[in-house]
């Protein structure tokens, strides 16, 4: 493993109790970071913060959290830079796929449900992060969006779309803040193999993996590795730009 070097920073990785989330959180750990766990979980979180390398500036934390709830948002990012002095990290893992369906036949609750985790969460999520960076003039925000918001899944509109929108919230922020110490980038993989694929039809699964030229799914730690050099000083240059991690999959 490459050492990219965090330390002394503080980050938030929400959704990170599972999955992609916990393999990000355990990544940048070990380069040092304090990380805060936002999950629905609080008792998975809590745990999994205890799991992390441990960092000399203090504890791991985990917070059950919903990312839904703006208050509690606002309110969290705030606790975050008062206890450990800096928001420097966020990075958006929490998300649903939402049921596999046809657009005509999609529930329109379901749509509201996805929408509402993965588009809202991931905009107070951003929003109250910014605020709190802007306190020491730094920052680095990475969006876990998918290939799905570029090409589009059938029988996945919602999701499809959520991510979509979560490339252009990325691309707007990252505009907005550029002349400031504060980058804004997005991770779009192709399909990773995680609990979330409970939530799929196999027939999605395997229309997923046909897709992907290299003719497997991604592996967590993979995405980990460029979520945590997107965290570091080091993606200096770069910002509002979209990452792809799609076992050569994308096509722009």
Same mark, same amino acid.
């Given at each position: ?20 989330? &916990? ?41 059950? &959290? %919903? ?5 509690? @948002? $606002? ?10 002095? *800096? ?5 958006? *893992? ?10 005509? %036949? /999609? %529930? ?5 449900? @996805? ?7 991931? !905009? /107070? ?25 570029? %090409? ?6 919602? /999701?499809?779309? *959520? ?33 979330? !694929? ?8 395997? !229309?997923?993996? $046909? ?5 497997? !799914? ?13 965290? $570091?000083?080091?993606?200096?240059? *770069? ?6 991690? $799609?076992?050569?999959?994308?096509? /722009?």
């Amino acid at each position: 493993m490459n050492h990219i070097d965090l330390a002394g920073r503080s980050a938030v990785v929400t959704g990170g109790a599972s999955g992609i989330g &916990l393999a990000i959180c355990q990544r940048l750990a070990r380069s040092g970071a304090r990380v805060t766990l936002w999950d629905r979980n609080g008792p998975a979180a809590i745990e999994a913060a205890a799991a992390l390398a441990p960092v000399p500036q203090g504890a791991h934390a985990g917070l059950a &959290l %919903d990312v839904t709830d703006e208050p509690a @948002v $606002s309110a969290a990012a705030v606790e975050v830079r008062a206890r450990t002095g *800096s928001l420097d990290i966020l990075v958006c *893992s929490a998300g649903i796929t939402g049921p596999n369906a046809t657009t005509w %036949d /999609y %529930d329109p609750q379901a749509w509201r449900d @996805v929408m509402d985790l993965n588009v809202n969460g991931v !905009f /107070y999520c951003n929003r109250a992060a910014v605020r709190e960076m802007m306190h020491n003039d730094y920052g680095r925000i990475i969006n876990i969006a998918s290939i799905a918001g570029k %090409d589009g899944n059938p029988n996945a509109s919602a /999701y499809s779309a *959520s991510k979509a929108a979560v490339i252009g919230l990325t691309k707007s922020l990252g505009k907005e803040t550029a002349r400031t110490g504060i980058r804004v980038n997005c991770v779009t993989p192709a399909a990773v193999r995680t609990a979330i !694929f409970d939530q799929m039809s196999q027939q999605h699964i395997d !229309f997923m993996l $046909s897709k992907i030229p290299m003719a497997r !799914f991604g592996l967590t730690d993979e995405v980990a590795a460029m979520v945590a050099w997107l965290a $570091s000083v080091e993606c200096s240059f *770069s910002t509002g730009a979209v990452f792809d991690l $799609s076992g050569g999959r994308a096509v /722009y």
